[in-house]
Nanobody, 117 residues
Framework: QVQLVESGGGLVQPGGSLRLSCAALGFSLDDYSIGWFRQAPGAEREGVACTTESDNSVYYADSVKGRFTISRDNAKNTVYLQMNSLRPEDTAIYYC??????????WGQGTQVTVSS
């Protein structure tokens, strides 16, 4: 059973940083592309960043380019999302998935990120 567990969210001031973690339980993350997605209140879920299993290419939504970095630590079976220069519009629940595309049907609980002064 594929299970991903997100963590690392919290409350941060504008301009601050957070690092989210996506840990895999029961399988090896390096066999999969991993995407980070987010859903703000009243909005649709959207893709934020992706790392592919084939060549570790990375992709970012235009809204986060230059601020967010996705990375893998295969030894820890974890994918990270380093988020810098956070903005209030980054406030959302963040989810990871074994896909870079929607739709996806195995969502975890996600981790809440709130950017507010």
């Amino acid at each position: 059973q594929v299970q991903l567990v997100e963590s690392g969210g919290g409350l941060v001031q504008p301009g601050g940083s957070l690092r989210l973690s996506c840990a895999a339980l029961g399988f090896s993350l390096d066999d999969y592309s991993i995407g980070w997605f987010r859903q703000a209140p009243g909005a649709e879920r959207e893709g934020v960043a992706c790392t592919t299993e084939s060549d570790n290419s990375v992709y970012y939504a235009d809204s986060v380019k230059g601020r967010f970095t996705i990375s893998r630590d295969n030894a820890k079976n974890t994918v990270y999302l380093q988020m810098n220069s956070l903005r209030p519009e980054d406030t959302a629940i963040y989810y990871c998935a074994t896909s870079c595309f929607l739709p996806y049907n195995s969502w975890g609980q996600g981790t809440q990120v709130t950017v507010s002064s």
